[in-house]
């Protein structure tokens, strides 16, 4: 007699079917994925080969720009004596070529940018402070590159970055030019704000620096915004999430040191209308906002080995005259949070529509494509690499000579 199966269990061929079929499909997965994998071989394997050739010519660009500019520099010495301010502007130059090469390596690779806002080329020749919003370490070679065409703006410029910079490749260069490196954290913010006015009253209008730029959040977006939404819900300030709330310390000594007062002791400074402005001293700040899409932001080494896909990194501006800024601390901070609240509406429109919001008087938004000349690149580089094979034969010769 033959079993019957009770109504509802499956008869065993059919079991043995249902069982086999996990595994069956699980070969026919790893298959597929074999496949993809296969296809993406050669395109990985070119991925692969560009970063590596991309960070040796890097390795070789560093091993003559910055040698060579270190070599001009103490080569200049006796002009810096006899006169300090060609001798200044001269270094600002090759500082300039210095960052446009860094510069070089994002555009090669597709890492354009896009402009927005107010026309900041209009107040290249004035003293401004810049407040950027900081999300990674590619918003500092975002700001070398679309600062290029600004004039002498990057020649004049100096940078407050955290002290780990000074460890890089090109921590030597900005200590030569003058850029301060600030140590994060509660313990050393006293005394790191006190050691950054004697390093303005030293160094910014003694070097002819004109621009400064500063990352009021201080630090990246990732490690902060935590402890700004913890600092905002217990101060009753706005929830924010693209940005985080900006400390002040920095911004106030920047602003009591190079602000050039009237004689009522009133900030004296530019208007956005009178660019024909006099006065001395810090004129205007530029609110500057970065945004990458899909809020990725860009890091160091994506910017040197090239492996992220082009990119067009969006940068919005928006200029205020110093005389509009208020100095006291209560007033100052309130300013600044206003500031970085606007920057997290400009950043979730950003996000939501792929654009920045028009312009307070303009009835659609215009961006500006930024642009590198290939040519000067081709010069600036080639004199980088032509000065590092003279001053090696330099020392070379002197080295036989001597031993």
Not at 59 to 74: D, E, H, M, R
Not at 102 to 108: D, E, M, N, R, T
Not at 178 to 199: A, E, P, T, W
Not at 282 to 292: E, P
Request: aromatic share 14%.
């Amino acid at each position: 007699m033959t079993a019957t199966p009770r109504r509802g269990t499956p008869a065993p061929a059919v079991r043995r079917r249902l069982q086999s079929a996990p595994a069956e499909k699980d070969r026919t997965d790893s298959k597929v994925r074999m496949a993809v994998t296969l296809e993406e071989a050669p395109w990985l394997g070119w991925i692969l080969l560009k970063a590596l050739m991309r960070f040796a010519f890097m390795v070789a660009n560093n091993l003559v720009a910055i040698p060579s500019y270190i070599c001009y520099v103490i080569i200049l010495q006796p002009l810096r004596v006899l006169d300090s301010k060609r001798f200044w502007y001269i270094e600002g130059v090759m500082y300039k070529w210095l960052l446009g090469m860094v510069a070089s390596w994002g555009w090669y690779a597709g890492y354009t940018v896009m402009e927005w806002g107010e026309d900041i080329k209009a107040i290249s020749r004035d003293e401004a402070m810049m407040l950027v919003n900081h999300q990674a370490t590619g918003d500092v070679c975002t700001l070398m590159m679309c600062l290029q065409d600004k004039g002498l703006v990057v020649a004049e410029m100096m940078w407050l970055m955290d002290h780990i910079f000074k460890y890089t490749n090109f921590g030597i260069v900005s200590l030569l030019h003058g850029d301060f490196f600030i140590r994060q954290g509660r313990s050393y913010r006293d005394q790191q704000l006190l050691l950054l006015k004697k390093h303005l009253e030293n160094y910014y209008r003694s070097r002819g620096r004109k621009w400064i730029v500063l990352f009021p959040e201080g630090g990246f977006l990732r490690k902060r915004r935590e402890t700004s939404q913890a600092f905002a819900k217990k101060n009753n300030l706005p929830f924010l999430t693209h940005v985080t709330l900006p400390r002040c310390g920095a911004t106030k000594i920047i602003l009591n040191t190079l602000v050039a007062r009237q004689e009522n002791g009133s900030p004296a400074g530019g208007d956005a209308k009178e660019l024909g402005s006099k006065s001395k001293g810090l004129q205007w700040i530029i609110d500057t906002t970065i945004a990458y899409p899909k809020a990725e932001p860009i890091d160091i080494q994506t910017w040197i080995l090239g492996y992220r896909k082009p990119t067009v990194t969006h940068v919005h501006y928006r200029i205020f005259p110093i005389k509009d800024v208020p100095l006291e601390t209560d007033d100052l901070t309130n300013w600044l949070y206003q500031r970085f609240i606007e920057k997290e509406d400009l950043l979730s429109q950003y996000y939501e529509t792929g654009a920045f919001p028009p312009s307070k008087g303009q009835k659609a938004a215009v961006s500006r494509e930024m642009r590198l000349s290939n040519m000067w690149i081709f010069l600036i580089q080639s004199f980088a690499f032509l000065s590092g094979y003279m001053w090696y034969n330099i020392i070379q010769y002197f080295y036989h000579y001597l031993f």
